[in-house]
């Protein structure tokens, strides 16, 4: 999409960024942009999610709201009127290489990786958990950012030393697992779990704070539950407000080989209806 005054520099999956085209009228900031793109499966999928784009954006800026008393990247300048439901202006940061992972359920990766040595990024948890069961207290599991294609890689605590030296690799942990409990708290008490999810982090250029950035807590980065259904168990106690019926609709109408199908309707309608109903229960 081309936006007057902003130069596209990277396009991710399913969201955009771009720089100022006149650094010296906006120095040291990013306009990120949030599309209407759905990915499952490393795929994106065909057609997208009407609204998503301003919805994740609608949470993103939310939470940043909710948690200010940790310092982000979020300015309070204007996206371009095109795009101002769905974009955010930022500082422009020097980015952390770690995705920092919090983690209070066994699931996902964490699941895949506790069933092969009873830990979680080297952490050791109790044995005998089950898939999708609430951790003793939330964990630390930081991923490395994979290369374009591949997969983000977990990776211990030492090798987050290894990386950025352990005071920056201790503060990263100590903040991360703030947030999360501060998020969770507020998830919490509004019948949502939130499972896990993922940070980004930067240092300011010039004070070298470090700054949460990214999107946070949204529906891409996290998996948030219904309280209720997870607590009554059963088959759906694990299904997220995401794209969840994405997922599933394609796992019965394709094997995951070549281009996926075009997404029904229907699909679509319940993928968007499940994105609002988060918001709507967590600003409620
Ligand atoms: C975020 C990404 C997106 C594609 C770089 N404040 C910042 N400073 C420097 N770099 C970034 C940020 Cl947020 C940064 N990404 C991820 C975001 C589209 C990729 F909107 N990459």
């Known amino acids: 999409m081309t936006l007057a005054g902003w130069r596209p520099q990277y396009s991710g999956k399913v969201r955009d960024l771009y720089v100022p085209e006149d650094e010296a009228l906006h120095p040291g900031v990013l306009l990120m942009v949030a599309s209407d793109r759905v990915s499952a499966f490393d795929h994106v999928l065909n057609p997208g999610i009407p609204g998503k784009g301003a919805l994740l954006t609608t949470l993103s800026r939310w939470w940043f709201t909710q948690l200010r008393e940790f310092p982000n ?7 371009p009127a095109e795009v101002a439901d769905r974009a955010m202006v930022v500082r422009r940061l020097d980015m952390i290489p770690v995705e920092c992972v919090v983690r209070g359920y066994l699931v996902g990766s964490g699941w895949v990786e506790y069933q092969e040595s009873g830990t979680v990024c080297g952490i050791p948890l109790p044995a005998g ?3 999708g069961d609430r951790l003793p207290e939330p964990i630390f599991t930081p991923a490395y950012k994979a290369q374009l294609g591949e997969h983000d890689e977990n990776i211990s605590f030492d090798q987050v030393v290894d990386l950025v030296g352990a005071e920056t690799a201790r503060e990263l942990r100590d903040v991360s697992l703030a947030i999360f409990r501060r998020a969770s708290a507020i998830a919490e008490n509004h019948g949502l779990i939130l499972a896990d999810t993922k940070f980004e982090f930067g240092r300011h250029p010039d004070t070298r704070e470090l700054t949460l950035c990214d999107e946070v807590l949204t529906s891409d980065s ?3 539950w219904d309280a209720a259904t997870y607590a009554a168990g059963g088959p ?3 299904d997220s407000f995401d794209k969840q019926i994405v997922r599933d609709w394609l796992s019965a109408h394709w094997d995951k080989s070549g281009t996926p199908p075009t997404l029904p309707d229907d699909v679509v309608a319940q993928t968007a209806a499940r994105y609002r109903e988060l918001i ?3 600003t409620a």
């Open 73 to 79: 990247h979020v300015l309070d300048i204007e996206p």
């Open 129 to 131: 958990l089950a898939n």
């Open 222 to 224: 996290s998996r948030y």
């Open 236 to 238: 759906n106690r694990l």
């Open 280 to 282: 709507a229960r967590l």
